[in-house]
């Protein structure tokens, strides 16, 4: 028992520690100052959301159903090209 609580905080700090996109963004509106609360309050609840749903099971609901995987599949490489495209744009446009 104790083995898994120290495993599931490790792997719970291991995901927070670590500076992604998210945690990026936040840090980036807490140093301007600008809509502070609100943007963490919106990353903390879809987190606790996403969480919640992957408590639930469903990813293994998804994973049992062929056309349910094959949607998610192409919808997820579908958000990712348009994002990756968005940030090349950014990325090559003019430079305040």
């Not at 500076?19 to 609840?45: D, E, K, M, S």
Request: glycine share 14%.
């Amino acid at each position: 028992m104790l083995f898994a609580v120290i495993e599931g905080f490790a792997l719970g700090a291991g995901l927070i520690i670590a500076i992604g996109a998210q945690n990026a963004f936040v840090i980036r509106q807490g140093i301007i100052g600008r809509h502070v609360f609100p943007v963490a309050t919106i990353c903390f609840l879809s987190d606790a959301l996403l969480i919640a749903i992957g408590a639930a099971g469903v990813g293994a609901l998804i994973a049992a159903n062929d056309m349910v995987r094959s949607i998610a599949a192409w919808g997820g490489a579908a958000f990712l090209t348009v994002y990756g495209l968005k940030a090349m744009h950014a990325a090559g446009g003019p430079k305040a």
